[in-house]
């Protein structure tokens, strides 16, 4: 099975979110795929709706981990849950490093999902200060660790989303990772990531990936699939996608 996840973030407007989950209604998502997109927030309804008989299904970019409350501009795993969310992003970079979320963050956002029963994307990734100090490793068994340590993980019930920052695109071009360097990382994570739990991981590549590139990543035997941002948010590309990934 092959993962390919769309994280919209921030890029559309309603009518443009909208439009675009209308479109993909229309498009057939290959046997071997499993496919989700994670619009904005106050998307995810409207989004849910267009593509509820569809095999798209729909996460959430973030979750607060306290399920209910006086806790002004969160939204819970527990609410998104309720509004069906599948899948949820935990610790991506950008909630990370533009909003200062935490790994201690990204702990509680981690066991908040499990417990009502969505499955968390941890999202990991070094910058470039960490790849050109040599700290590729450490930093991402160090985000593993405070997400995971002690944790009880039933099987199929955590992602991993190994996102270098550095190849994040801001909406245009950037340098994704080279499938061969993905490919090393991704199987030394799964060798750190049986720390954790006996049964096996999906670890999904980000990072500008685009219908060009996504078969040399998704034919490396260790990536799972992949989660794209920019690309997934333009109808002809997402059109492209599909098809690469059929
Ligand atoms: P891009 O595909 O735009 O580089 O974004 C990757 C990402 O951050 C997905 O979560």
Redesign the pocket.
């Known amino acids: 099975m092959t993962y390919l996840f769309c994280?919209w973030?921030m890029y559309l407007t309603n009518n443009e979110a909208m439009a675009l989950a209308s479109e993909l209604a229309t498009m057939q998502i290959p046997k071997t795929l499993t496919a989700a997109v994670f619009p904005n927030t106050m998307d995810f309804i409207g989004v849910r709706d267009a593509l509820a008989e569809t095999s798209f299904a729909v996460g959430s970019q973030n979750v607060a981990w306290v399920p209910q409350g006086a806790y002004t501009g969160a939204t819970s795993a527990h609410l998104f849950h309720e509004a069906g969310a599948a899948y949820a992003?935990v610790g991506?970079?950008?909630r990370r490093h533009v909003f200062g979320e935490t790994d201690e963050d990204a702990r509680k956002k981690v066991e908040a999902c499990m417990d009502v029963g969505i499955v968390p994307v941890l999202?990991i990734g070094e910058t470039k200060e960490d790849l050109d100090a040599g700290k590729r490793e450490y930093r991402l068994k160090k985000q593993l660790r405070a997400a995971l340590e002690g944790l009880d993980i039933p099987v199929n019930s955590l992602m991993i989303?190994y996102?270098p920052v550095w190849?994040?695109?801001a909406?245009g071009a950037?340098d994704s990772c080279d499938p061969d360097v993905a490919q090393e990382v991704h199987m030394w994570l799964k060798q750190e990531l049986r720390a954790y739990s006996p049964a096996p991981f999906s670890v999904l590549y980000?990072?500008?990936?685009t219908p060009e590139n996504v078969v040399s990543f998704t034919a490396c035997p260790a990536i799972d699939g992949v989660?794209?941002?920019?690309?997934s948010t333009h109808t002809n590309q997402m059109r492209a996608l599909l098809t690469a990934c059929a």
């Open positions: 994280n973030k992003l991506h970079s950008e999202c989303a996102e190849a994040i695109s909406g950037s980000g990072g500008s990936v989660l794209v941002g920019s690309a």
